[in-house]
């Protein structure tokens, strides 16, 4: 029987406390940050909780890196079964993307509860280039955000979104790639970042269902993915 809740639980309570339960439904989030800060494993935690949940998971892979091992891996506490429950895609170019999205209301089914892509901008960062291309590209990411808008708002959806972030020289401070569009889209951002510490993380959240909330929480990366501290 599937849980009416649909909200996307992490799996470390710190963090869920942080999202006010967790990754709400009918909505956009986004989680950013650099490399080794575990926006990966974080999907991939919310993907299995929602699944052990007997609910369905869409997860594409943009950036051609997913490990079946380290799914698994997570998985092992819980036991591997539900994972037939895992839809996993990879589109090849930004191109494959957006028509991945677009078709991607024949695949969500009653049962699905969550949609992951990882990473939204990795594919555009690797083909943005002069400016006349730069502006058709931002209007297909925009295109891309405003269907999965939609669809999260009518089917019910937790739809999760991780970056990879580079630093802005006129700004000073570290963002994602087409931040612009990313923060007009996300109704939730949430930063990870290093700490001092082994294993050691923050996770800051930056904007909650539309409004500014500067709240943050302790939590740890290790190779049985992400813990309270």
């Given at each position: 029987?599937?849980?009416?809740?649909?909200?996307?639980?992490?799996?470390?309570?710190?963090?869920?406390?942080?999202?006010?339960?967790?990754f709400?439904?009918?909505?956009?989030s986004?989680?950013?940050?650099?490399?080794?800060?575990?926006?990966?494993?974080l999907?991939?935690?919310?993907?299995?909780?929602?699944?052990?949940?007997?609910?369905?998971?869409?997860?594409?892979d943009?950036?051609?890196?997913?490990?079946?091992?380290?799914?698994?891996?997570?998985?092992?506490?819980?036991?591997?079964?539900?994972?037939?429950?895992?839809?996993?895609?990879?589109?090849?170019?930004?191109?494959?993307?957006?028509?991945?999205?677009?078709?991607?209301?024949?695949?969500?089914?009653?049962?699905?509860?969550?949609?992951?892509?990882?990473?939204?901008?990795?594919?555009?960062?690797?083909?943005?280039?002069?400016?006349?291309?730069?502006?058709?590209?931002?209007?297909?990411?925009?295109?891309?955000?405003?269907?999965?808008?939609?669809?999260?708002?009518e089917?019910?959806?937790?739809?999760?979104?991780?970056s990879?972030?580079?630093f802005?020289?006129k700004?000073?401070?570290?963002?994602?790639?087409?931040?612009?569009?990313?923060?007009?889209?996300?109704?939730?951002?949430?930063?990870?970042?290093?700490?001092?510490g082994?294993?050691?993380?923050?996770a800051?959240?930056?904007?909650?269902?539309?409004?500014?909330?500067?709240?943050?929480?302790?939590?740890?990366?290790?190779?049985?993915?992400?813990?309270d501290?």
């Amino acid at each position: 029987m599937i849980a009416e809740n649909r909200i996307a639980y992490t799996g470390c309570s710190s963090i869920d406390k942080l999202l006010v339960g967790g990754f709400p439904t009918k909505a956009i989030s986004l989680v950013y940050g650099e490399a080794h800060v575990g926006k990966t494993t974080l999907a991939m935690q919310c993907a299995l909780a929602a699944m052990k949940r007997g609910f369905k998971t869409i997860y594409i892979d943009s950036d051609n890196a997913f490990s079946v091992p380290r799914l698994e891996q997570l998985a092992i506490l819980s036991g591997p079964d539900f994972l037939r429950q895992f839809l996993l895609t990879s589109p090849r170019n930004f191109r494959e993307q957006s028509e991945t999205l677009e078709e991607m209301e024949k695949y969500v089914a009653p049962e699905t509860s969550l949609i992951v892509i990882d990473t939204i901008t990795s594919l555009y960062r690797m083909e943005i280039g002069a400016h006349s291309r730069t502006f058709r590209m931002n209007k297909d990411l925009n295109r891309q955000l405003a269907h999965l808008s939609k669809m999260s708002k009518e089917k019910d959806l937790v739809v999760l979104l991780t970056s990879q972030v580079h630093f802005a020289f006129k700004k000073g401070i570290i963002e994602p790639p087409a931040s612009r569009i990313l923060n007009y889209w996300s109704d939730l951002i949430m930063q990870l970042k290093q700490a001092p510490g082994m294993g050691m993380r923050e996770a800051l959240l930056k904007k909650y269902r539309g409004k500014i909330a500067n709240k943050v929480c302790s939590y740890k990366l290790t190779e049985f993915g992400i813990s309270d501290v």
